[in-house]
């Protein structure tokens, strides 16, 4: 009874993590107060992956009580219904990371340091079972690999029996995991789909990553057994699923790659926290007055006069522009703004007249005549004053043109190319 009880325990437990309820609004978890214990049982009673943790602790801890996976045990000697024990602590590393702590940078490095603990633990377990073959051992050496290795020994991490070699670009290590991830999840995908198809629950998790096959029936539950001598298959490559031991086995394989991918993130987040600026307290003043706004004010032993920066750009003594974009619009129209003297259209006259605008172009531009056709269309005009001017100003141009070929002969100034 205390084993259906369970299954049923971490078959909720699941489900919640695959579609949790809608969050509650930002503002309950946004504030800048430290974690208490008063804020931490409202989160608790709000953040849906503080629910979701609660019962898993519940699950764990029955699960411990009951004895349902040893220490000391082989992977042969772990029955298929209690391998779903053993992906308890790697949804309890996702879960921490999920969990909303707002503004306050110490609750969120507990939370990171707890999901390493977790997903530590469950890539340990998993790796002394042999679950995990030696392809993807060294993915998750080289996955591991921008972690510290101090961090790693901290976390109880075995570096030593993930595998050595000359790690890749982290890129190429990235694409080895994503393609990994796929047809782990292809394949998984294949036999869900089937055995679904027989057995027909009423609720199941949309994702494959959280998708135990629970049976519907006892009787179905223990047949599962039977596969106990099926999980080499399962290790050696990612198809060929054919029984629910496999599946599991091939799924435990996807929670170690997505358990070391949330050491690596947490290891960069916590990196980046351990860096910021604590956050203002609540008894700072918002709003800052008039004389302050500009500079810090002067510390011991640093230049309170001189100029802020030098010409070469370097910053000669610290200062903070703490003036919101509000305050600075309360104060255009204070004593001493100007105002404007003229409107735009009255400047683009201005600068018309001063001759700063160039007119011109466009098709208009293109489509007018030139002189010469100018020129030509009014000596058409025969026996007019115009044509006449137009005739003479051809003549004109024509002895001129006439004069300067005859003092530059053809070719007088081609140094480069005489012919």
Do not use: C
């Amino acid at each position: 009874m205390s084993g259906q009880t369970l299954n049923d325990l971490i078959a909720t437990v699941f489900l919640r993590a695959s579609d949790p309820p809608p969050p509650p609004p930002p503002q309950q978890f946004d504030t800048r107060a430290p974690e208490t214990a008063a804020s931490s049982s409202s989160a608790a009673a709000q953040d849906p992956a503080q629910q979701t943790l609660s019962l898993l602790s519940r699950a764990q801890q029955l699960s411990d009580s009951v004895g349902v996976v040893s220490s000391n045990d082989a992977l042969r000697d772990i029955s298929t219904s209690s391998l779903r024990t053993l992906f308890l602590p790697s949804l309890e590393a996702e879960l921490h990371q999920a969990v909303r702590t707002g503004t306050d940078h110490a609750s969120r490095k507990r939370r990171l340091a707890q999901s390493q603990t977790a997903a530590a633990k469950f890539l340990n377990r998993t790796i002394a079972l042999g679950v995990v073959p030696p392809s993807t051992k060294q993915l998750l050496g080289w996955t591991l690999g921008g972690v510290h290795p101090a961090e790693l020994v901290g976390m109880g991490v075995d570096v030593a029996a993930l595998g050595g070699g000359s790690a890749p670009h982290v890129r190429e290590v990235k694409i080895a995991v994503f393609k990994l991830e796929r047809a782990l999840k292809q394949n998984l995908d294949e036999f869900r789909q089937a055995y679904r198809s027989k057995t027909a629950p009423d609720r199941v998790p949309g994702d494959v990553f959280y998708d135990l096959v629970f049976p519907v029936a006892r009787a179905e539950d223990d047949d599962e057994d039977d596969d106990a001598d099926n999980e080499t298959s399962a290790t050696t490559a990612p198809g060929g699923i054919g029984s629910v031991r496999q599946y599991l086995l091939a799924l435990l394989n996807l929670h170690v790659l997505r358990a070391a991918q949330l050491v690596t993130a947490a290891s960069q987040e916590l990196e980046l926290l351990r860096n910021m600026p604590p956050p203002p307290s609540v008894d700072t003043p918002s709003v800052a007055t008039d004389s302050e706004w500009r500079l810090d004010r002067s510390r011991t032993g640093l230049a309170t006069s001189g100029p802020l920066m030098a010409p070469s750009g370097k910053v000669l003594r610290p200062f903070t522009i703490t003036k919101t974009r509000e305050q600075a619009a309360k104060e255009v129209f204070r004593p001493g703004h100007r105002l404007p003297t003229m409107s735009i259209d009255e400047y683009l006259e201005e600068e018309e007249r001063r001759g700063n605008i160039i007119q011109g172009g466009g098709q208009a531009s293109y489509d007018a005549p030139t002189s010469t056709e100018e020129r030509a269309r009014r000596m058409e005009n025969d026996g007019t004053k115009d044509a006449d001017d137009a005739e003479e100003e051809q003549r004109q141009k024509d002895i001129h043109w006439d004069t300067f070929t005859e003092h530059n002969k053809r070719g007088a100034g081609n140094t480069m190319n005489r012919g």
